[in-house]
Nanobody
Framework: QLQLVESGGGLVQPGGSLRLSCAAS????????IGWFRQAPGKEREGVSC???????NYADSVKGRFTISRDNAKNTVYLQMNSLKPEDTAVYYC????????????????????WGQGTQVTVSS
């Protein structure tokens, strides 16, 4: 069974950092572009970042320079390092896998992503 599991969320003060993990089971992440998305209460889901099979990355303008996505294929895990967190980063964060991606291509648009995790809550508050 294909499964993605997010972890690493929590409560952090503004300016703090968190590292989210997205671990896969039942399939190998090497062959998928992976995206991170978030959804705050009352708001639409927003694409945050993605990493292609080849390692290229994309970021939403709202997180550029603060968030870094990376992948460790040996651990079958993708990470999202989040620094300089702001209250507006508060949301449930989801990772997702795009089975039709190839090469250096990835998108922060949700439509191509077929496999989703259950999400992890990130709260930025003093």
């Amino acid at each position: 069974q294909l499964q993605l599991v997010e972890s690493g969320g929590g409560l952090v003060q503004p300016g703090g950092s968190l590292r989210l993990s997205c671990a896969a089971s039942g399939f190998t992440l090497d062959y998928y572009a992976i995206g991170w998305f978030r959804q705050a209460p009352g708001k639409e889901r927003e694409g945050v970042s993605c990493i292609s099979i080849g390692g290229s990355t994309n970021y939403a303008d709202s997180v550029k320079g603060r968030f870094t996505i990376s992948r460790d294929n040996a651990k079958n895990t993708v990470y999202l390092q989040m620094n300089s967190l702001k209250p507006e980063d508060t949301a449930v964060y989801y990772c997702a896998a795009d089975p039709l991606s190839f090469g250096q291509s990835c998108t922060v648009v949700a439509a191509p992503y077929a496999y989703w995790g259950q999400g992890t809550q990130v709260t930025v508050s003093s």
